[in-house]
């Protein structure tokens, strides 16, 4: 990629070229690393109708291509309607899902589509690695799907893995897991957002993992598809294929389930909330004119690492992973493959890090509030 | 192989000669041909699930 | 305006895939076929008036032309056309 149109990227396109669409934040599972902090519902979710709108506009703008997710996206009732009514409004599909609604008849009426792309998520090669993160049975519940899937004649399911200090010495395996339902493997960064923070010190790779990764995206790559996750690796050798740089705010955003819009889904922060789908001019006006974005599609100062050789290459990493670490967005990731972003977070202790905006986990909030009566309790 | 001393020498400036005048130009072509058309993975942006 | 020796692929009529989608950009244009997901940037600006107007024309070298290609770019904007050919992102004028 020439460097001149890494920069006309970088200033932002007049449309999304894709974009991730949370759906909902409700989920039946609890996964430990949740990047959206799923599991209940918003009651002010979009409506049908106003999803609708949004894809009629995506489809205006020529938004090629949207990630739908959330939470668990299957849960909601008019979710194969929304999958219809985008295909047929000339905007692509790919929906990432635990499996949980994929039924034999599903499969065969996604078998039947065009222009839908499936994406089962599964974090560990085995149940053993897997259920820890994503709770019990849910590595049979995906298998199970998949298995469904190429039954039914689908093709082009892709196995997508959030790579993980436990997971990393499984990536053969998940290949070879890949390759047994006909599915493409993506792996993708774990990042300390959502429910990430609380478990990014104990389950982010090791660097010495980290250039196991790189090596084997080298040796694998071909056929691995990775979102363009690892840019931050580039600094260990030649660029891994993507863009290799970050594209929130410049050529993808999140559209969240209550119609925020977000940089990307990994920053789900006020810091990062560009506007609302619902306000006057919709999605494309908070696109094209939200303060946040223009910021985003200045030239970012790049403070501390202006000085490294391998800038341009890494081009700073992820802001997500040194936001919700606490580190300068002007600064190094905290995965720097020089160990830069380690040293900077040795410095800063324990110090308090920013909490996500939102958060709908089932299980109460260990950080939203101090006032348990079982410390009040504890204190007398 | 047979080659008179003046061919020799003329053989040896030749090549630099063509060297300089056409190293620039045709490394210019060739980065300025492969970029036209460049294919990404709709997979390739950072910052979609 | 004079043109050179016939090749091939220039003097046949072409259009865009029925299953692409072509937009314009600052630096010239995001092409994406539905079908197979391939995403490809088109680099220059004239580059995407070729493309855009291809089904207009009786031949890519008149579309060529008509966008103010110059003589002597002919070749590489020819390259750029067999490479989208082949990507399936334009089909001659008489596929179905």
């Known amino acids: 990629m020439s460097a001149s149109?890494?920069?006309?990227?970088?200033?932002?396109?007049?449309?999304?070229?894709?974009?991730?669409?949370?759906?909902?934040?409700?989920?039946?599972?609890?996964?430990v690393h949740c990047l959206s902090s799923s599991g209940r519902r918003d009651p002010r979710e979009?409506?049908?109708?106003?999803?609708?709108?949004?894809?009629?506009?995506?489809?205006?703008?020529?938004?090629?291509?949207?990630?739908?997710?959330?939470?668990?996206p299957t849960v909601r009732r008019d979710f194969w309607d929304l999958v219809d009514y985008a295909v047929a409004h000339r905007v692509g599909v790919k929906f990432s899902t635990n499996g949980s609604r994929i039924t034999a008849e599903r499969a065969l009426w996604l078998a039947q589509s065009d222009y839908l792309d499936v994406q089962v998520s599964l974090?560990?090669?085995?149940?053993?690695?897997?259920?820890?993160?994503?709770?019990?049975?849910?590595?049979?519940?995906?298998?199970l799907a998949m298995e469904r899937l190429a039954d039914a004649g689908f093709t082009g399911l892709k196995l997508s893995v959030v790579v993980t200090r436990e997971n990393v010495p499984?990536?053969?395996?998940?290949?070879?897991?890949?390759?047994?339902?006909?599915?493409?493997?993506?792996?993708?960064?774990?990042r300390p957002s959502g429910r990430g923070a609380d478990v990014w010190d104990r389950l982010h790779p090791t660097q010495e993992q980290?250039?196991?990764?790189?090596?084997?995206?080298?040796?694998?790559?071909?056929?691995?598809?990775?979102?363009?996750?690892?840019?931050?690796?580039?600094?260990?050798?030649?660029?891994?294929p993507g863009l290799n740089l970050c594209g929130a705010g410049r050529v993808v955003c999140?559209?969240?389930?209550?119609?925020?819009?977000?940089?990307?889904?990994?920053?789900?922060?006020?810091?990062?909330?560009?506007?609302?789908?619902?306000?006057?001019?919709?999605f494309a006006r908070v696109w094209r004119e939200s303060e946040l974005f223009t910021d985003l599609r200045q030239p970012q100062s790049t403070g501390a690492c202006v000085s490294c050789g391998l800038f341009d290459k890494c081009r700073g990493g992820c802001m997500a992973a040194k936001f919700f670490t606490g580190l300068p967005l002007d600064g190094p990731d905290p995965e720097c493959v020089l160990g830069h972003g380690e040293s900077l977070l040795a410095t800063r202790g324990d110090a308090p890090v920013p909490k996500p905006s939102v958060d709908m986990s089932r299980r109460p909030p260990s950080r939203a509030c101090d006032e348990s009566p079982l410390t009040i309790l504890h204190a007398r | 192989m047979n080659i008179a001393p003046d061919q020799l020498e003329k053989k040896a400036v030749e090549p630099e000669a063509d060297e300089a005048t056409a190293t620039l130009p045709a490394d210019e072509?060739?980065?300025?041909?492969?970029?036209?058309?460049?294919?990404?993975?709709?997979?390739?942006?950072?910052g979609v699930y | 305006m004079a043109c050179a020796a016939s090749t091939d692929l220039l003097d046949r009529g072409w259009r865009v895939a029925p299953q692409v989608a072509v937009r314009p950009e600052p630096f010239g244009a995001l092409i994406y076929h539905f079908g197979t997901r391939r995403l490809t940037f088109l680099k220059s600006r004239p580059l995407f008036d070729v493309v855009a107007s291809l089904e207009q024309h009786d031949t890519a070298r008149e579309a060529c032309c008509a966008a103010g290609v110059p003589e002597q770019e002919l070749p590489r904007y020819e390259r750029a056309l067999i490479t989208l050919a082949g990507a399936g992102m334009i089909v001659t004028a008489d596929e179905p």
């Open chain 1, 5 to 31: 149109l890494v920069d006309q990227l970088e200033t932002g396109l007049d449309a999304p070229i894709c974009l991730t669409w949370e759906l909902t934040y409700a989920c039946n599972l609890a996964c």
């Open chain 1, 46 to 72: 979009l409506t049908t109708a106003e999803c609708m709108a949004v894809i009629d506009e995506l489809e205006r703008m020529q938004v090629f291509y949207i990630n739908i997710g959330g939470g668990e």
């Open chain 1, 123 to 143: 974090d560990g090669a085995t149940p053993e690695v897997n259920d820890v993160i994503r709770g019990p049975g849910s590595y049979a519940t995906a298998i």
């Open chain 1, 170 to 190: 499984q990536l053969d395996e998940f290949k070879a897991l890949a390759d047994l339902y006909d599915a493409q493997l993506r792996i993708t960064r774990l």
């Open chain 1, 210 to 240: 980290q250039r196991e990764l790189y090596e084997w995206l080298l040796a694998n790559g071909d056929d691995v598809l990775t979102g363009d996750s690892f840019f931050h690796l580039s600094g260990y050798g030649a660029p891994l």
């Open chain 1, 254 to 282: 999140l559209i969240d389930p209550v119609g925020d819009v977000y940089a990307c889904p990994f920053v789900i922060h006020d810091e990062f909330r560009a506007g609302n789908v619902r306000a006057p001019g919709g």
């Open chain 2, 29 to 46: 072509e060739l980065v300025v041909e492969d970029l036209l058309v460049e294919d990404i993975s709709i997979d390739g942006m950072c």
